[in-house]
């Protein structure tokens, strides 16, 4: 049993097999989620965090439904206007989440932006995606806004 032993030892060395160090795979995912986290805007006009209970995460498309239907009944307020049809196309890529939103840059502020791609990476991190993930929202009508790649600043610096 020794010589057996001392045989796929000498076998793996002899053929270059060595141990490896620590690889670092990026961060885990955080596990089941109440609900989806939705950014709004609170009255000193920052970005401000509200867990809208849904039982599960969901999919980036669907935070941003719920994120365009409003903040509900808290004191927080959006900076997008609403609208009737609240449904969001989603295309992911290695390194760009692009959205297709149901409104025009008009319809938006800056602030209004930040809300959109603040909930959209808040999804994918919390999915177990990379926070160094940018984002790009695309309007209804062309605008230079679309072009730009985005994060949030609340995600990337760990706020």
């Known amino acids: 049993m020794k010589r057996a032993w001392l045989a796929v ?5 002899g053929c270059g097999v060595r141990p490896s160090g620590v690889v ?12 989806v986290t939705l950014y709004f805007v609170n009255a000193r006009g920052e970005l401000e965090p509200q867990l809208r209970e849904t039982s599960r995460l969901g999919s980036i498309s669907e935070a941003l439904s719920l994120l365009l239907t409003g903040p509900g ?5 959006s900076e997008i206007a ?6 969001v196309t989603v295309v992911t890529s290695s390194q760009v ?7 025009t840059v008009q319809e938006v502020t800056p602030l209004g932006i930040d809300q959109i791609v603040c909930t959209a ?10 926070r160094t993930m940018k984002v790009q929202a695309r309007f209804t009508q062309p605008a230079a806004e679309s072009d730009v790649e985005r ?9």
Do not use: F
Request: net charge negative; aromatic share 0%.
């Open 9 to 13: 030892v000498l076998l793996l060395v």
């Open 121 to 130: 990476l808040g999804v994918h991190v919390q999915s177990g995606g990379a």
């Open 151 to 159: 994060t949030c600043p609340l995600i990337t610096t760990g706020g």
């Open 73 to 77: 009944t808290s004191s927080l307020h």
């Open 97 to 103: 989440i692009r959205l297709v939103l149901p409104l």
């Open 82 to 87: 609403d609208t009737p049809a609240p449904r």
């Open 24 to 35: 670092d795979g990026g961060d885990p995912p955080t596990g089941v989620a109440p609900g």
